[in-house]
């Protein structure tokens, strides 16, 4: 199945695909509400907010396959984007990012390799896959700041190659 033909729920039980978002650059991430990471999602929503009217999009994936650290259900998860981090990205149902479990499209994320060539399971919250609109995507570790310079490049050249198709 193509990457971008995968079944996705939304937080509020809504079917859609990434073909939904097909000429836009998207940033998957599995967030989490009580992880030492948690204020990635300032930057997160910096950067929805910065590159949103030109194409771009973060995915938010609610995941509580690390150390328990979202434990509530989609209302507390919505409430706590919304009230503590202003958050107006779409956000997906809580998903299984490893194991027999996980989420089909995370079974085609962790085939991706990062920077230093290492693919498979997502290490922690946080972990970021860049999408571009012709397909290609770019995997950046938990501990890489959503506005690193390498994952702005990421974005850019997405917009980019949107621009151009």
């Keep these: 199945m193509e990457l971008r033909d995968i079944p996705l729920t939304t937080i509020d039980g809504d079917a859609v695909t990434l073909a939904d978002y097909a000429d836009e650059v998207v940033m998957v991430v599995n967030v989490a509400s009580k992880c030492g990471l948690t204020p990635q999602y300032t930057k997160l929503e910096e950067l929805q907010r910065e590159y949103g009217d030109r194409g771009f999009t973060v995915l938010g994936f609610p995941c509580n396959q690390f150390a328990g650290q979202e434990p509530g259900g989609a209302d507390d998860i919505k409430e706590f984007c919304s009230m503590t981090y202003g958050v107006s990205f779409p956000l997906m149902e809580k998903t299984k990012v490893n194991g027999r479990n996980r989420h089909p499209l995370y079974e085609v994320l962790t085939k991706v ?53």
């Design 113 to 165: 390799e990062d920077a230093r060539g290492k693919a498979g399971r997502v290490k922690w919250n946080f972990e970021k896959f860049v999408i571009q609109p012709g397909g290609e995507v770019f995997r950046f570790r938990p501990t890489t700041e959503p506005d690193a310079p390498e994952i702005i490049a990421a974005i850019e050249r997405g917009i980019s190659e949107r621009r151009a198709a």
